[in-house]
């Protein structure tokens, strides 16, 4: 016994001089690695157009970028390449739906939110199956953000809601203390917007909100999705046998993503002057792993 007393303060010494992760493995075995997912948002990022093709704004529109606060996906896949059907690759995360509006539609209320640089999901690396991935498809749901406006000649910023998943129930939500209550089901394209206690909302033509999908001849996504496709530079590979949390960014581009049509030629987005909001979509995506 007085033995044994020594040799277990020498253990205890032992497991308190390790690292956290060292005495985790060493107690409990070896500590769960995570596949984590982050959100970025890039005005300077090419602006691309539904078939991946590098676009311009269209003579007699003008566009801004916004200030995306908070972003929300529906869905996320990889795939490992461009023959992939749609639902045949690695699908990673899939977020709530109901019938509470009548059809099946995007639970806006449980949805997940990140912002720019922030941790949008993190699952343990042995739910993804093992292999070599070169693309991803995010079905993306909400943006939220600020865009410039002028009306009656004064400058003002304003916070913009857009739903740009392929259908929303959205319950009620709140934009900078001003409640909406919709309660309803909403297509892509519905929008909200606030600024200085002034609120309004209205709903985009069909077919408005650009989806990039470099892969469309070869794996196209049905038509009012919100289903954006992005191209790992080197491919993205997953052994099984990683010692350490992976980590991908979703680089969405943002650069003058939200466009209307001039009325008065000056830059400026005057929605009094009769100047229509014509895309609210994002313009591209890159993953990058870190």
Not at 207 to 217: D, I, K, Q, R, S
Request: with cysteine; aromatic share 10%.
């Amino acid at each position: 016994m007085k033995l044994f007393k020594p040799l277990l303060l020498v253990f205890l010494i032992f497991i308190l001089s390790c690292d956290k992760e060292e005495s985790d493995e060493l107690c409990c075995g070896p500590v769960q690695k995570n596949l984590i997912i982050k959100l970025k948002f890039d005005p300077n990022q090419e602006r691309l157009d539904n078939f991946g093709q590098p676009a311009n704004i269209p003579v007699g529109n003008a566009a801004q970028s916004p200030t995306i606060s908070r972003m929300s996906a529906n869905y996320i896949e990889f795939a490992p390449h461009a023959l992939t059907a749609l639902g045949a690759g690695e699908v990673i995360f899939k977020g709530e739906e109901t019938t509470a509006g009548g059809s099946r539609a995007i639970d806006f209320q449980k949805a997940t939110f990140a912002g720019d640089n922030e941790v949008f999901m993190k699952i343990p690396l042995d739910q993804v199956t093992p292999g070599e991935y070169n693309w991803v498809r995010v079905s993306l749901a909400y943006q939220e953000g600020n865009i410039d406006l002028l009306v009656n000649g004064i400058d003002y910023t304003g916070t913009l809601a857009s739903f740009v998943g392929f259908k929303s129930y959205i319950s009620s939500f709140n934009l900078n203390e001003s409640m909406f209550d919709i309660h309803a089901n909403k297509l892509q394209g519905f929008w909200a917007f606030e600024t200085q206690g002034f609120t309004s909302q209205g709903q985009a033509p069909e077919g408005a909100t650009t989806v990039p999908n470099p892969l469309f001849g070869s794996s196209p996504i049905p038509q009012g999705s919100c289903v954006v496709t992005g191209q790992f530079e080197n491919g993205f590979t997953i052994s099984g046998d990683e010692t350490e949390d992976v980590e991908v960014t979703l680089s969405f581009s943002i650069n003058n993503s939200f466009e209307w049509t001039e009325v008065n030629a000056d830059g400026k987005y005057e929605p009094e002057a009769g100047e229509q909001v014509v895309d609210m979509g994002l313009r591209g995506l890159i993953p990058v792993v870190n």
